[in-house]
């Protein structure tokens, strides 16, 4: 048996509260906000990524990609979305995944095709400068 004090029971009626106006959740819930996010939401914040990483020692592109919902409940279910993929040209996209999540604050990234990739999905719009930031602090500039 389970009994469950009235702080649970609060907690729960506070979240089941937000399910019945999908407007409010996805404004004040920050993974369905995520989610509820479209290629056209995230393609200018994917360009503008791109043009601030415009000086550092890399090739950088936006492409398309996938972003995955979850891996317990969902597995194998994708969204499209846009990312900033990042090919650096004097270290391995192994060594700068390493020293992103080593930097602080750190950034996790993926890689991909010996790319390393940002996912705007992921990333919150006022985390967008610091993820630029970090990597123009582990990577030289490019050389003229």
């Known amino acids: 048996a389970l009994r469950i004090g009235k702080l ?25 906000r995520m989610l509820a996010l479209t290629v056209d939401d995230l393609e200018p914040r994917a ?6 990483l415009a000086g550092i020692a890399a090739q950088v592109e936006v492409i398309d990609g996938h972003s995955q919902v979850g891996s317990g409940s969902v597995p194998a279910e994708e969204l499209p979305t846009r990312l900033p993929a990042v090919r650096p040209e004097t270290i391995s996209a192994e060594d700068l995944a390493r020293r992103l999540r080593e930097h602080e604050p750190a950034v996790v990234t993926r890689i991909q095709h010996d790319a390393v990739l940002l996912d705007p999905r ?4 006022s985390e967008d400068e610091a993820v630029c930031g970090a990597l123009s602090d582990v990577l030289p500039e490019a050389s003229a």
């Open 47 to 52: 360009q503008a990524m791109a043009r601030a």
């Open 8 to 32: 649970t029971i609060a907690g729960l009626h506070a979240t089941l509260k937000l399910f019945l106006s999908p407007q409010t959740i996805e404004q004040t819930h920050p993974t369905y």
């Open 122 to 125: 992921t990333i919150q719009p």
